[in-house]
């Protein structure tokens, strides 16, 4: 049987200190896939060769950047590409942290969809490249049966507070409706409780945002909250805890429950 993936190996990784049980979208934000790969793939990168809005225009072209790289690559048209065996670690998702955890490197599979993010517009995500995504992530259960629907996240979900990829137009529910993410059914319609901030905390904290029992809307909070409209309220990111938001936040805890 055909490879159904392109090998274009990474030396960026190093070994697993855990098992695997999450898998970590990421959006390039770079000009094209051609760029990415080569960054995702560089042993010495430097500042120089991989020019753009994410830094200063005086940083010297010779500054050294961090070795980053990912498990695959896919492009818009859909082409999947193989950068580290699933059984190392690869160094895509930087201070993170899910379920209480940190290191999320050490137990997610990353894969990095070519889209160049908010800072080349957040353009749309191609039909094939979706397509091609799903069907990734359903090879990747295959091979990881403790692998699920529930265990796919993104970027901003474990790195509210730097990260906000794949961004909000990634078509979260058409992963859901594929069997490949999750999506609630059913709305909650009544909200217990009259402490608002404590419950938004113990609901993202449920799902697996790091955030913590303050009491208070603090900055962590508001950053884990807009993460979590991200992905499952696109038309509003702006942190707002009004009574939509809460009520899908008592949905999505009520499915991963």
């Keep these: 049987m055909t490879d159904p993936y392109i090998n274009r190996p990474s030396p960026n990784f190093d070994a697993r200190t855990r098992p695997i049980d999450l898998i970590v979208l990421h959006y390039t934000g770079m000009q094209d896939a051609e760029t990415a790969i080569a960054r995702l793939t560089d042993p010495a990168p430097v500042a120089g060769k991989y020019p753009g809005p994410w830094q200063s225009e005086d940083v010297l072209s ?62 749309d995500f191609a039909d094939a490249q979706i397509d091609a995504v799903i069907q990734l992530l359903k090879d990747i259960f295959a091979r990881w ?15 509210p507070e730097r990260k906000a990829d794949p961004g909000e137009k990634f078509p979260w529910k058409r992963l859901a409706d594929a069997g490949v993410s999750i999506w609630p059914e059913h709305v909650a319609t009544q909200l217990d409780g009259d402490d608002i901030a404590s419950d938004i905390q113990l609901q993202l904290a449920a799902i697996g945002y790091d955030v913590k029992q303050t009491g ?11 993460a979590f409209q991200r992905r499952f309220r696109p038309g509003d990111i702006s942190g707002s805890a009004d009574e939509e938001t809460r009520f899908l936040l008592a949905a999505v805890a009520h499915t991963l429950a």
């Excluded at 818009?76 to 899910?98: D, F, N, Q, T």
């Excluded at 049966?145 to 790195?159: C, F, I, M, Q, Y």
């Excluded at 208070?216 to 807009?226: P, Q």
């Design 62 to 123: 010779d500054a050294t950047l961090s070795r980053v790289s990912a498990h695959y690559v896919v492009d818009e048209a859909g082409k999947i590409y193989s950068l580290v065996p699933e059984e190392h670690r690869a160094w895509h998702a930087g201070a993170s942290s899910w379920e209480g955890e940190g290191d999320v490197n050490a137990r997610a599979i990353g894969i990095e969809i070519v889209n160049g993010g908010h800072d080349f517009g957040l353009p």
């Design 145 to 159: 049966p403790e692998l699920n629907a529930k265990r796919v996240v993104g970027h901003s979900d474990v790195a």
């Design 216 to 226: 208070a809307m603090d900055n962590s909070t508001k950053a884990a909250l807009v």
